[in-house]
């Protein structure tokens, strides 16, 4: 229905309960349903007397749900009716278990908020049926509907937001019956039912480190948890021209230096503008395992070599301490040969258990690169 001027507002509207008036008291107590009723303030009430409404303020005022006349009242007035209309800025307090979904639209709550001038320190409890529940609307513009948890002093919040209109999802999230264990998390089954599921921790890594000097050592870093671990080196960058990139394994967090190091290793070199060539290389009982077969690293502008090697259960103390590793680098300058190696050897002087690594030049420093540690379940 359309109105000219402005739509009546809407408030809670009640009628008090019948009063029966006392020879000369002033004062009466106004309920609602055998209830005591406090209304918003006197503004808020028609009060009719003997047939003539009383003026709020000047005939008559109230006190929590006592109404007080400006004299007391004579045998034979009548107090015909009172009527509150609640606040009319707003909808009133509405009253327990009153708010259905339906009631809950922009077309009744224009600012889509329940304030707590409205719903002052309640509980609200919203029924949800087959067809109905809550509902929060985006703004029919670029505002996506969402629903915002703020702290106790409202000065920060949360907000849980729909996903956009291109989106075009629709969907729903149904939680677990429990609140899950210590560090797990939430996942989906494919179809919106969520459960708690564990993080898995076989592969997991450990530390990390950048290069700046001639090595980089890692100690303490091997324990039970874990079978073998995994090593990345990311653009690693010599401060000398041709050095080789090597690896000595640490036992009691010191490097070993003897001559007890058996590496195998195969290289692929291609040249620009020339056949490429391969080969082999077998260096027996040296102090380090090379990460680069047949050809060194270069420095030159933009190169760099990167590499992954596996180190297999370095806390064994019955079998030698097995390497594997892949890498890639160019040899020279970038017009050079551009390198890719695979191999791996063992450590045969004792079964000791290993207590980490070191990945070092054989000349000069290494100015920048980064290296990674990983454990790895079996």
């Known amino acids: 229905m359309s109105y000219i001027g402005k739509e009546p507002s809407v408030g809670n509207f009640v009628k008090l309960d019948a009063i029966s008036v006392v020879n000369g008291q002033a004062s009466y107590t106004m309920q609602s349903s055998s209830v005591n009723f406090t209304p918003e303030s006197a503004n808020h009430m028609l009060v009719s007397l003997n047939g003539v409404i009383q003026a709020p303020i000047d005939s008559f005022t109230v006190s929590g749900s006592t109404i007080t006349f400006a004299s007391g009242l004579s045998t034979g007035d009548v107090i015909d009716f009172i009527m509150v209309y609640g606040n009319v800025l707003d909808i009133g307090v509405p009253s327990d278990n009153t708010v259905s979904a339906s009631k809950l639209t922009t077309d009744s709550v224009q600012t889509a908020k329940i304030v707590d001038d409205a719903v002052t320190k309640a509980k609200v409890n919203f029924i949800s049926d087959a067809t109905a529940g809550v509902e929060v609307k985006g703004d029919g513009g670029s505002n996506d509907g969402y629903i915002q948890l703020n702290c106790s002093q409202n000065s920060h919040g949360i907000k849980l937001k729909s996903p956009p209109h291109s989106a075009s999802a629709s969907y729903t999230l149904t939680f677990p019956n429990n609140d899950g264990n210590a560090n797990e998390f939430l996942q989906t089954d494919g179809s919106g039912v969520l459960s708690w599921g564990?993080?898995?921790?076989?592969?997991?890594?450990?530390?990390?480190?950048?290069?700046?000097?001639?090595?980089?050592?890692?100690?303490?870093?091997?324990?039970?948890?874990?079978?073998?671990?995994?090593?990345?080196?990311?653009?690693?960058?010599?401060?000398?021209?041709?050095?080789?990139?090597?690896?000595?394994?640490?036992?009691?967090?010191?490097?070993?230096?003897?001559?007890?190091?058996?590496?195998?290793?195969?290289?692929?070199?291609?040249?620009?503008?020339?056949?490429?060539?391969?080969?082999?290389?077998?260096?027996?009982?040296?102090?380090?395992?090379?990460?680069?077969?047949?050809?060194?690293?270069?420095?030159?502008?933009?190169?760099?070599?990167?590499?992954?090697?596996?180190?297999?259960?370095?806390?064994?103390?019955?079998?030698?301490?097995?390497?594997?590793?892949?890498?890639?680098?160019?040899?020279?300058?970038?017009?050079?040969?551009?390198?890719?190696?695979?191999?791996?050897?063992?450590?045969?002087?004792?079964?000791?258990?290993?207590?980490?690594?070191?990945?070092?030049?054989?000349?000069?420093?290494?100015?920048?690169?980064?290296?990674?540690?990983?454990?790895?379940?079996?």
Request: some cysteine; overall charge negative.
């Open 198 to 378: 564990a993080v898995s921790s076989d592969f997991v890594k450990l530390a990390s480190g950048s290069f700046s000097s001639n090595s980089l050592s890692f100690d303490g870093y091997f324990s039970s948890t874990y079978s073998h671990y995994k090593i990345i080196l990311t653009d690693v960058i010599p401060s000398t021209n041709n050095p080789n990139i090597s690896m000595r394994y640490r036992i009691s967090d010191a490097d070993v230096t003897t001559s007890d190091y058996q590496n195998v290793g195969q290289h692929g070199a291609i040249q620009i503008g020339t056949a490429s060539s391969d080969g082999t290389s077998n260096q027996t009982n040296t102090d380090q395992f090379k990460l680069q077969q047949g050809y060194s690293v270069s420095n030159a502008s933009n190169l760099c070599m990167n590499a992954e090697l596996t180190i297999f259960n370095p806390l064994n103390t019955s079998l030698y301490k097995h390497y594997h590793y892949k890498s890639s680098q160019h040899y020279s300058s970038a017009t050079g040969y551009w390198v890719t190696s695979t191999g791996g050897g063992y450590y045969d002087a004792n079964t000791t258990a290993l207590s980490g690594f070191t990945i070092f030049a054989s000349t000069g420093n290494i100015t920048s690169g980064n290296c990674y540690l990983y454990g790895v379940k079996a």
